[in-house]
């Protein structure tokens, strides 16, 4: 992995776009497979240790399905809800409804894009397991829960593959993001933010 990132940050490189955007998406691959154990393994610690109603976000589909095969360990499938691409739109709204509202509905799993303006209202947390190379995507993502918070604070976590300069650099661009987003609110909502690092255990496998 380290050889791939070297080829798509270098800072002089002989490859065309084109080919900086193919080996960048092989990269995000690359990190995904590297880190959704990891992932599932901390999102099922803290459900574990109760963490309210939770927003789980992620990008590609093979995290995605090892996130929700934890998840139907963890709490059972009548405790959470899968909204993804594949997701026929006029399910879409009740899915939302059904974690809004249900008491038992404790987590919300989703692809980047799979909503447009629904809102989804009462989550307590926002956990990331992927980040996105454009930080518009993550700050759309928040938006979906700020709009339904009445008062509190919502916690948002991201979770970084250690030493992985696709995660450190994907971050450091949504902190830039951020701070211009935050520069043109009066009274921006509170947010607890953290970056959290996770070590692969080499004796996992993907």
């Given at each position: 992995m380290k050889?791939?990132?070297?080829?798509?940050?270098?800072?002089?490189?002989?490859?065309?776009?084109?080919?900086?955007?193919?080996?960048?998406?092989?990269?995000?691959?690359?990190?995904?497979?590297?880190?959704?154990?990891?992932?599932?393994?901390?999102?099922?610690?803290i459900l574990s240790n109760g963490s309210g109603k939770l927003l789980l976000y992620a990008y590609h589909r093979q995290m995605l399905d090892s996130l929700e095969s934890m998840l139907e360990e963890t709490v059972g499938i009548d405790s959470y809800v899968r909204i993804d691409a594949n997701t026929p739109d006029d399910q879409k709204s009740d899915?939302?409804?059904?974690?809004?509202?249900?008491?038992?509905?404790?987590v919300a799993l989703l692809s980047f894009t799979a909503l447009s303006g629904e809102t989804l209202r009462g989550a307590e947390a926002i956990v990331f397991a992927e980040l996105a190379w454009a930080p518009g995507i993550i700050l759309q993502c928040e938006d979906r829960a700020h709009l339904g918070q009445k008062k509190g604070s919502l916690l948002i976590q991201y979770l970084l593959l250690d030493e992985c300069e696709w995660d450190t650099r994907c971050y450091e661009r949504l902190e830039e993001k951020q701070q211009c987003v935050n520069k043109s609110l009066d009274n921006p909502l509170p947010l607890w933010q953290e970056e959290l690092r996770l070590e692969v255990d080499d004796r996992q496998t993907p």
């Open positions: 050889q791939m990132e070297g080829k798509c940050f270098a800072k002089k490189s002989r490859i065309d776009e084109d080919e900086r955007r193919s080996q960048m998406k092989v990269l995000s691959q690359m990190v995904m497979q590297m880190k959704k154990r990891c992932c599932a393994d901390y999102v099922r610690e899915l939302v409804t059904q974690f809004s509202e249900d008491v038992k509905c404790l």
